[in-house]
């Protein structure tokens, strides 16, 4: 074969590393035809232009990037990159130690092909990728953080600590959105409401608990202040839009991505809900939401029939990735708290959306390029702008429950399946974010309350209904953990539509459209 060893060596250096998959039965397939002797050279001119174009196929194939029929359903949101936010992705496919490895190899195959029949070390090599598939490699251990909620989970976990196979994992998921069809959270008005107090959603993109690990930020003030925190929550998306929708309609159990796009009862909604209980609908947004059409999926899709705040008088925080102002997040909050002080409704549910966080950002005057750099003062600010909202709201005597609900992660650390920035497969890194929620003027401990089952957004909304049922701002003062005994758990399933990622045990596992069932390699 060659040059051609070079791409098999290449591939199955990629493959060891855990960077790609390997199809054996196609790959051999492919090295019969470039082996088979062709004596006319015509024939192998024609041979290698069939080959060129079937080798890109063919490493698209057993790579970990998302089907084509996803790239071009994107590709219209390609545009409205600019040229150095582009150039800055690009950037993150290099690895440096890959590089280095593949130059060795290439030294060595230079080398050796003197001496060597290299192509029969290659072909040995692909046979040996099934032995290598069928080790038994012990399970990574649980965090005991889930460990106490497996117990209660909607996906059970297997009897052995070996990989699970297909039929267990495509039986798992079909029982687990076939449960949650059933399920549904009912917000019921209590005979004597109390003391009104607002319910406030923050809904953030691009923060995860992996998120703010990787920039040392997992123990900001913040967090403590909280009078609960999830810390095994699922927010089931690694995309703003179906994140949202799936907040908006989180009354009822998790659908498909599929199923985000189709009807659903009235009562799934969650501000509807929550008007019907007396609470007065209200939107906000540090962006104008036109990219990806947000601002359909929320309104249309995630029933807000509301108009959001006018926020063109608020000061410029930061430039997206397509150049647009985002507005400063306290600025813009600020503005709401004011006017709602001076509304007389006595009970409003604020959804609040923020961009602050996303990759691309840059400050205005600065080049694009190295969001990723900047992130950790993004979310300095960001936490403690949140900190600033309760400190404003306590001023004001006012009663109010807090909920800072991220969309998704911003992948900041990325894997070996792909790269930092991208969220094509929404895994745990992405997909399992930091929840908080804070009584303003309420009956607070003083330390949070964690919730360290599985959850998702039917145990907020559960949480949100408690407080509605038996106000927390009675007397005598609830106890907390009343208010979150009762709350459903959700096995982590995340899911974008071509990629669905699963927790099975103590593993994830992940299915792309048109491929079999694989352990997610993080």
């Given at each position: 074969m060659t040059y051609w060893n070079l791409y098999f060596i290449a591939k199955l250096i990629l493959y060891f590393g855990g960077f790609i998959g390997f199809?054996?039965?196609?790959?051999?397939?492919?090295?019969?035809?470039?082996?088979?002797?062709?004596?006319?050279?015509?024939?192998?001119?024609a041979r290698l232009m069939l080959a060129l174009p079937l080798a890109v196929a063919l490493f698209y194939h057993d790579s970990w990037f998302p089907p084509p029929s996803r790239l071009l359903s994107q590709a219209s949101y390609l545009q409205g990159f600019s040229p150095a936010y582009m150039l800055e992705l690009a950037g993150r496919f290099i690895n440096v130690r890959v590089v280095q490895t593949l130059g060795v190899a290439l030294v060595l195959w230079w080398l050796a092909r003197r001496w060597l029949r290299v192509s029969s070390f290659v072909l040995l090599a692909m046979l040996a990728v099934p032995l290598w598939e069928l080790r038994l490699a012990p399970a990574a251990p649980m965090p005991a953080t889930m460990a106490a909620g497996l117990a209660g989970s909607q996906i059970a976990a297997p009897?052995?600590?070996?990989?699970?196979?297909?039929?267990?994992?495509?039986?798992?998921?079909?029982?687990?959105?076939?449960?949650?069809?059933?399920?549904?959270?009912?917000?019921?008005?209590?005979?004597?409401?109390?003391?009104?107090?607002?319910?406030?959603v923050l809904h953030v993109c691009s923060l995860s608990w992996d998120d703010l690990a990787f920039v040392g930020s997992d123990h900001h003030p913040l967090l403590n202040k909280f009078d609960v925190v999830f810390r095994n929550f699922s927010s089931g998306a690694s995309y703003s839009g179906p994140a949202a929708i799936r907040l908006l309609r989180a009354s009822c159990g998790q659908r498909t991505h599929t199923g985000l796009y189709g009807a659903i009862a009235q009562p799934c909604f969650l501000f509807h809900g929550l008007e019907q209980v007396g609470f007065q609908t209200q939107y906000a947004m540090?962006?104008?939401?036109?990219?990806?059409?947000?601002?359909?999926?929320?309104?249309?899709?995630?029933?807000?029939?509301?108009?959001?705040?006018?926020?063109?008088d608020t000061p410029v925080y930061l430039k997206a990735f397509d150049d647009t102002p985002i507005r400063d997040d306290y600025a813009v909050l600020e503005k709401w708290w004011k006017a709602r002080l001076a509304s007389p409704v006595q009970r409003v549910g604020l959804y609040y959306n923020?961009?602050?966080?996303?990759?691309?950002?840059?400050?205005?005057?600065?080049?694009?390029g190295g969001s990723v750099k900047i992130y950790k003062?993004?979310?300095?600010?960001?936490?403690?702008?949140?900190?600033?909202?309760?400190?404003?709201?306590?001023?004001?005597?006012?009663?109010?429950?807090?909920?800072?609900?991220?969309?998704?992660?911003?992948?900041?650390?990325?894997?070996?399946?792909?790269?930092?920035?991208?969220?094509?497969?929404?895994g745990p890194r992405i997909s399992l974010v930091p929840v908080g929620v804070k009584l303003v003027n309420g009956p607070g401990s003083g330390q949070p309350l964690y919730v360290d089952k599985p959850t998702s957004y039917l145990a907020m909304t559960k949480l949100l209904a408690n407080f509605i049922a038996r106000n927390p701002y009675g007397s005598p003062a609830p106890h907390l953990a009343d208010y979150v005994a009762d709350l459903p758990t959700t096995e982590f399933v995340a899911d974008n539509g071509d990629i669905v990622v699963q927790r099975f045990g103590s593993r994830y596992y992940l299915h792309s459209k048109g491929e079999d069932w694989a352990e997610y390699v993080q």
């Open positions: 199809h054996v039965i196609d790959n051999l397939l492919f090295a019969a035809v470039l082996l088979f002797p062709l004596k006319r050279r015509s024939l192998r001119i009897a052995s600590q070996g990989p699970a196979s297909s039929v267990e994992l495509d039986r798992s998921l079909s029982s687990f959105f076939s449960a949650e069809q059933g399920r549904s959270v009912v917000f019921t008005a209590p005979v004597d409401a109390g003391e009104p107090f607002d319910i406030i540090n962006h104008d939401g036109h990219f990806g059409d947000f601002i359909s999926d929320v309104q249309q899709r995630g029933e807000m029939q509301v108009p959001p705040l006018a926020i063109n923020t961009i602050s966080l996303h990759d691309g950002n840059h400050y205005p005057g600065s080049a694009p003062p993004r979310v300095e600010k960001l936490l403690g702008d949140v900190d600033r909202l309760l400190q404003l709201i306590a001023a004001s005597g006012r009663k109010a429950a807090v909920v800072m609900i991220p969309e998704h992660g911003a992948a900041l650390r990325g894997d070996k399946m792909q790269i930092s920035g991208l969220r094509e497969i929404p």
